[in-house]
């Protein structure tokens, strides 16, 4: 092994410079000085004596520092050294308790003589003792009780029982009787509804063709001068101002008629004015499906109804009268009514229109719409006639 120790002692090699700093200088004391002549420093000599310096400046601060020893530490590493050796001593004596308790047996339980004494009453205390129940109320309460419902079962049965047995006798009797059943309607009154369904429906389907006709018209911007139904054909004549509208609208009634064919069977030429063109259609016999919902009684009725139709679309009654009365099918009589009136264009097609949907017990054989100036077909005068067979 080594005297020194290179890694703790720092100041190994500047404790042999002082050694032999200090063997040096004897030498040199011993020699006589000689006179020399002085000399120019060299520049060498310079940086000598300055190094020089400065190692005996730093010599000078290495004593007066305090010697640091690399082996000593600071006291907080120190502090923090003790608490871990305290905590892991703490550490290893709970791992000993706990290994200590897993390998010792369980103690056994405290001795009953361990537990601590009961209270001991005195001699003189003395336990009062509680009254005992009396239950013999109770029991008489109950037999009372059962001897007075037996009492008035009896009683009930001997003055109430007759009735009761009679109320249910009377129970059985009208849940025997066989429960009222509507009566069957009378076949003749079937037949008679059916009957004035199927009129309604065939005078709905006959009016609502003036009013297809119409609107194809219109659509075209002419007019019709006059219209006419008879029991089962139409007749209407068109004024337009050309053939080529003329040629327009039998196209188009072709489409809204459907079924029924409108046929064109003459023209008329009116220079200055426009054309007429007069069509008929031979009627099928078509019908709707229709309930008769309210049902004119008599003839007064019918008249009041009418003047109410009149009245809301400006028609002005000009006549109302009997034609004829005559028995009908089904115990029915028929009562033929002729109507007059006038008003507009629109007005006389409109009232047409609420006839044919009021859906009551009549039927139109007639009607006549036409303008009363053949010349100038001015739509604000307008009559209409109508004759009605009312079923009552």
């Not at 308790?97 to 537990?115: A, I, N, V």
């Not at 009654?317 to 007059?340: A, C, H, T, Y």
């Amino acid at each position: 092994m080594a005297e020194h120790d290179l890694l703790n002692e720092d100041d190994f090699f500047e404790k042999l410079k002082k050694e032999k700093r200090a063997t040096e200088q004897p030498e040199k004391e011993e020699k006589p000085a000689e006179p020399q002549q002085e000399q120019e420093p060299l520049e060498t000599d310079l940086f000598e004596k300055q190094e020089f310096q400065l190692e005996e400046e730093k010599e000078e601060q290495i004593e007066q520092e305090p010697e640091f020893d690399l082996d000593s530490k600071p006291e907080e590493e120190e502090k923090v050294e003790k608490e871990e050796e305290v905590e892991s001593f703490h550490e290893e004596q709970r791992e000993q308790d706990f290994f200590k308790t897993l390998g010792e047996p369980e103690s056994e339980p405290e001795s009953f003589d361990d537990k601590p004494e009961k209270y001991v009453f005195p001699e003189e205390f003395e336990d009062e003792k509680l009254p005992g129940i009396n239950f013999k109320p109770i029991i008489i309460g109950v037999v009372v009780f059962i001897v007075l419902a037996a009492l008035l079962y009896v009683l009930r049965g001997v003055f109430f029982g007759g009735k009761e047995e009679e109320s249910v006798s009377a129970k059985e009797k009208v849940s025997e009787q066989p429960v009222s059943q509507p009566a069957p309607p009378n076949p003749l009154e079937v037949k008679k509804t059916e009957y004035l369904n199927t009129l309604a429906g065939k005078n709905f389907y006959n009016l609502n063709l003036v009013k297809k006709i119409e609107g194809a018209v219109r659509a075209n911007n002419a007019q019709i001068s006059s219209v006419l139904f008879y029991v089962d054909e139409l007749s209407f004549e068109i004024f337009s101002k050309n053939r080529a509208q003329l040629a327009a609208i039998t196209m188009q009634l072709r489409d809204v008629l459907g079924s029924e064919k409108a046929t064109l069977v003459a023209t008329d030429e009116r220079p200055g004015d426009g054309i007429t063109g007069i069509f008929t259609v031979k009627l099928k016999g078509g019908a709707e499906k229709v309930t008769v919902t309210q049902k004119l009684s008599d003839l007064s009725s019918f008249q009041q109804w009418l003047e109410a139709l009149g009245t809301q679309f400006n028609i002005k009654m000009i006549s109302f009268k009997e034609f004829s009365n005559s028995p009908d099918q089904f115990g029915l009589q028929k009562r033929r009514v002729q109507f007059k009136g006038k008003g507009s264009y629109d007005d006389c097609l409109k009232f047409l229109s609420a006839i044919a949907a009021s859906n009551r017990n009549l039927n139109v054989h007639k009607m006549i719409i036409s303008a009363t100036d053949q010349k100038t077909f001015n739509k604000a005068k307008y009559q209409i006639e109508l004759v009605v067979d009312l079923f009552i």
